[in-house]
């Protein structure tokens, strides 16, 4: 299975850093995985973790990190960020192929990977083979049923079923918890350019009309799921 395009950092990765470095300005995201997982001293892979951007704040305490990133530039632009952190290493893969052991992570994160549910199947059943006992899936993205950004989202998606997606997570025994944070800007320019790349032109175009300042609230959904001794995956 060949990976699915991200255009947005994979045309862009220079804006989409900018718009990294805007996200969640409040740490809202993270105080909320934060009370679910502590990952001082664990294994710790970010899946489809694209330029590596949160691996260093991982390895801040974690004893390893892996980030798993199909599309190859990305990778090198990982690796160069990097470089000085010997606890993090890159492997060039797709979610439903990782080359790891089974059971050889405490943490499994995935930021903004998983939007659509359906379909996800095959990097969930990889994700619980890697994890040990006990260890969390992690799985954050977008919440499309909150405006402002939502709508943005559903305009440029109409065939996307935000509520049915949530349905998919709930019955496969994921807990759901909904964060509403900012992004905050620096300049203009740079609130205007990374919606530029999120977002059709002409939703762009209205977003950044509906968007005065230098900031936007965008909410997100945390998904998290705890793999028990003995766990059998449905999709193995």
């Not at 659509?116 to 954050?140: Q, Y």
């Not at 230098?214 to 998904?223: D, E, K």
Request: hydrophobic share 45%.
């Amino acid at each position: 299975m060949s990976a699915f395009p991200s255009p947005n950092i994979w045309r862009w990765p220079d804006v989409y850093e900018q718009e990294n470095r805007a996200q969640d300005a409040a740490g809202a995201i993270w105080a909320a995985l934060r009370e679910v997982v502590d990952w001082a001293g664990a294994d710790v892979v970010d899946v489809g973790c694209g330029d590596g951007f949160h691996l260093p704040l991982f390895a801040g305490t974690a004893r390893s990190v892996v980030g798993v990133e199909p599309h190859p530039p990305l990778v090198e632009r990982a690796l160069h960020r990097t470089a000085g952190l010997p606890t993090v290493r890159m492997l060039e893969a797709g979610a439903e192929n990782i080359p790891l052991a089974d059971a050889s992570a405490d943490l499994v994160h995935a930021r903004t990977a998983y939007f659509f549910g359906p379909g996800c199947e095959p990097g969930l059943a990889e994700a619980d083979r890697i994890l040990r006992p006990g260890g969390l899936l992690a799985i954050v993205d977008l919440d499309a049923t909150r405006p402002p950004y939502g709508d943005w989202m559903l305009a440029d998606l109409p065939r996307y079923d935000p509520v049915a997606a949530e349905r998919f997570f709930d019955e496969l025994g994921f807990t759901m918890r909904r964060i509403t944070t900012e992004w905050r800007f620096e300049q203009r320019a740079t609130l205007e350019a990374v919606l530029g790349i999120e977002f059709s032109a002409e939703v762009a175009a209205r977003a950044i009309a509906a968007t005065p300042g230098l900031t936007l609230p965008v909410s997100y959904r945390l998904h998290t799921r705890v793999k028990p001794a003995g766990l059998l995956t449905r999709f193995s």
